[in-house]
């Protein structure tokens, strides 16, 4: 790499404390909208839970099993936590036909609760439970989506984006825009979810505008390796020269994929912009064949918890 190259480097993105862990968002996305995903969380949950645990939610999730119309479910929203959570979405399934323009209704509702924790376990459940109403849920979701607060609104970003609406995609753009400079709420981690469920090019942009700001958290690099292109490139190399030694997998992996999506040739004169003019002849092909050389399988391996939750 030239001098000129070196002294441009980007702040180096360095992970710590809650950013080594998924958000939020994709837990959401994983325990809640992911049917495979629901299933392998909630075998980890069987091995570790104990009977305090359930001695303490069997209550609330008799009462759940009891509801017999999704008006009576859906009152029981405040009591479905912990182990009752599963049993609530559960019995949302089972009734949940007719039941969209209620929920929606509920949802609209629950802006005027002012505790924000409340507020924001009624959005997780209302979500949740028009996104198993299917199509006529994803409507409501978007016809509703202005009322919700920024969490829900980042929630309600990957339910549509699941629902493949879309018509949402510009309003997800729109949140995207919003929250992308957060640092303290990871809000943004929904709306690149939804924007790439959706397919929509512009999360390619998205992304490497976050890697060249030097944004650093859980997901980013995974993102970027089911849905970067040769925007992003540049930013990566400078992650992998910048990164302690435990740490350059992830941007070199996320640079693998995108190498695989746009091809030898592409990769190639991206990273022909990174070095030295004396090196250009050799150095460029070495690096790129380095880079293929991790298979599309090593890869999605690599970010299990992202090619496995699509």
Known sequence: MSKRNRQRRRPQAILSGSEQYPSAQTIYRLSVLDEHGKE???QGLAQVT???DWSRDTPAIEKIKAAHTPAEL????PISTGLAESAWLAQMRKLRLGAAPLIAERLTA???I???SARSLAEERLIAALHICGGLGAEQLLRG???LSLYGQSLACMALGKADAKPAADRIWTYYEHVKNYTLERFVVGALWGLIDLKDPRAAGALAELLEGGRAFYELCGLTAMAGDRQAVAALVDRIAQAPEGDKDDPA???AAIGHRIGRTALREEFEKRVAPEDRATL???VADSMLAITPEDIQDHFQAFYGSL
């Not at 859906?74 to 929203?77: F, I, M, R, T």
């Open 74 to 77: 859906l009152d029981l929203v």
């Open 114 to 116: 002012e505790d924000s």
């Open 145 to 147: 989506f202005d009322s």
């Open 253 to 255: 992996y996320a640079l």
């Open 50 to 52: 104990n009977a305090s």
């Open 40 to 42: 392998l969380l909630e």
């Open 110 to 112: 629950a802006k005027a």
């Open 284 to 286: 460029p092909d070495k």
